[in-house]
Structures are given as C-alpha cells and as structure tokens.
C-alpha cells in the first residue's frame, strides 16, 4: 500500500520540533484581505504560588511588512523569534521571544494597518510588539489606535520613540569592547562598512563619526543615503559595501547577507551589525568567515538594547534610563569574550551555550 503523503498540518509539526519553536499562527482577515505569520519561539515559565503559569507573563517581537511570499515570511519569523529568546536571554528577563510578519503583498491604506491593531489586540496582552521593517511612525500610529500593546510608540504618544537609537547606542557599547578587545586599538582609529543606513544604521553612524570614527555606508534609499552623507558618512554603493576594505562590517538592515556568495567579498576582520540573523547558515558561516580569519560576533548580543528600550517604555521608564541601561551590551559582550577564551569556542558557539 502506498504510504500516505504528509498532509500541511504535519509538515508545519515537523517543521516546530525541527526549530523548537511554541506556535506557529498563521492570520488572515477577509475584509482586508490581511496575511501575517506570528511565530512564538519560546514561553517563559512564569508560575504563580499554585504552580500555575502565570496570567501576567508575555511573549514580546517586532511586526514587520516584509516578503510577498508566505514561505519565506514564515521562515523569516521563526529566525527573528528566535532571536527575540535569545535576547530575553542575554538581558535576564522571563519574555517569550517571538516575531509576526506581515506579507507585504498590498499598499498599506487604514483599514489594512487597523486590522493589523485587531490581529494584535485579539491575543490580549499575550502579545507584545513594537512596529518593525517596512511600517513608518505614521503606519505605527494608525495600528496604536486599535491596540493596546504596542512598543515604542512616538514621543507624542508618551512612548519613547523608535527603538533604533537605542540599538545604536548599544552597538556602540559593544564596538567600544571589541576595538579593545579584539582588534586591539581605540574605536576611534577603526573603519566601519554600514550596510543599511536606516533607523539603526543612521543613528549608528552619526555616533561612530562623533566617536572619530571613518564610517562608509550604503542604502538603496536616496533619502536615507542623503541624510547619511549630510552628517559625514562616505557612500559606498550597495554592491561594492561588502568588499569595502574595514575593521568593521556592520549589517544593519535585512538579515541572510552573509552567505556563501558574500563571504568571499569581504574585506574585513569583524562582522558586527544590528540586523537580526546576518548569517544565512549560523554555523556553518562562521565556519568558512573563521578560514578567512574574519570573526563574527553574534547579532542577537550586540543588538539587545532596542528590546531593552521597549521594556523601559513599559515600566513607563525615560529615554535616559533606557540609554543608560544599553551599557549592558558591552559588559555582556564582554563575559562572552571572556568564555570563547577560557573554553576554546567561537563566539557564536559561546553564545548560544551562555545565551541560547
């Protein structure tokens, strides 16, 4: 008797014991014609005094407008959720990492983003999420309106604005520990190759060049490259970044640029970004980057500190107390330094033991 193909539903079980993920949902709402993939990749065990899992406990992640295909946004999802745990992990804190992706498949007009808002406020509080790649301020603004669990709003909604400033802030805490640490020079005597100069990049790069840093950068929007070059930022084009002879290569937009194709491009000794899950094969890349003597140090560290703002806005904190709080990027970055020496082990290696 021939055996019994696999139907959807078993492929997408395998598929979660493969990644070790929690849920998978997939959202669709007739009237906007609205399709989002939500991934919980870990639930934090949080128990009352019964033993109960707590009421109060949270799983938090971005919302992204991204990929016109459903496969692809599905495994963007499950990556970014993983790296949403492995982030709580790094700060210390019991939140579930997850990610939703919204399919970029039609123009985003109200109705649309409103139902975006419903798709968040039907999950009640279980579901925590700050406007990600693809959505404005504006976009943000309209999807707040139907949703109480929305991060890092503007700072017209009492929120504490993007997240990107403060992933730039932390970065830098982390830039300052590798110079040291592993190129053995100041900061201010290293080249950075900024791949991305949107709301992470851009406010990477003006503080690298107030540090006295060399800071190229390259974008495929002219706005963003104009803004960049009006603070200092050499433009490079997007096709000759990854070959842009630096200390530094920092990914700061979509993730899986480094790749088999890509790695034999680079001319540099560091790969260290803000982009989620710059390595297409985790291990495997760093595998060939470390036969080409390029280190690489782990995103899901060095970009911790957008989550950390987003749990400040939470607790109703200040944009003071979330920019000194990204401090903890260097002294984590520091402990996995220290790791990866006395245990022999890569960084990335390193990181997932301590982190993963």
């Not at 993007?162 to 290293?190: D, F, H, M, Q, W």
């Amino acid at each position: 008797m021939k055996e019994r193909e696999k139907n959807s539903a078993e492929e997408i079980f395998d598929l979660m014991k493969k990644e070790g993920c929690r849920e998978i949902t997939f959202h669709y709402n007739p009237k906007t014609k609205l399709q989002a993939v939500w991934v919980i990749d870990s639930i934090p065990d949080v128990r009352d005094k019964k033993g109960k899992l707590s009421k109060e406990f949270s799983v938090s992640g971005g919302t992204r407008f991204a990929h016109k295909n459903a496969d692809i946004a599905l495994e963007d999802a499950l990556k970014l959720a993983k790296a949403m745990t492995r982030k709580a992990k790094v700060l210390g804190i019991k939140e579930g990492g997850s990610k939703a992706v919204v399919l970029a498949n039609q123009k985003k007009n109200k109705k649309f983003l409103n139902s975006i808002g419903d798709f968040i406020q039907s999950h009640k509080g279980l579901f925590k999420t700050a406007i990600d790649l693809g959505f404005s301020m504006k976009d943000e603004k309209k999807i707040y309106s139907k949703s109480d669990f929305i991060d890092s709003l503007s700072h017209l909604e009492k929120g504490l604005g993007s997240t990107g400033e403060n992933t730039a802030e932390g970065l830098v805490y982390g830039y300052e520990v590798i110079c040291k640490e592993i190129l053995r020079k100041p900061l201010k005597e290293c080249s950075f190759a900024v791949q991305g100069l949107g709301a992470v990049g851009f406010s990477l790069s003006k503080r690298l060049l107030k540090k006295g840093a060399k800071v190229y950068g390259s974008d495929l929007s002219k706005e963003n490259i104009s803004r960049a070059e009006n603070v200092g930022v050499e433009i490079i084009s997007n096709e000759k970044i990854f070959s842009q002879k630096v200390d530094i290569f920092s990914p700061c937009a979509f993730g899986g640029v480094i790749d088999k194709k890509t790695i034999p491009e680079l001319n540099c000794k560091v790969i260290a970004g803000g982009a989620n899950n710059p390595l297409r094969n985790e291990f495997e890349d760093e595998k060939i980057l470390l036969k080409r003597k390029i280190i690489y140090v782990p995103d899901f560290v060095l970009n911790c500190a957008g989550f950390l703002q987003a749990l400040v806005e939470r607790k109703g904190g200040t944009v003071k107390e979330a920019r000194e709080k990204s401090k903890i990027v260097g002294k984590k970055l520091k402990e996995l330094i220290n790791y990866s020496k006395k245990h022999k082990l890569t960084l990335l290696e390193s990181a997932t033991k301590l982190f993963g």
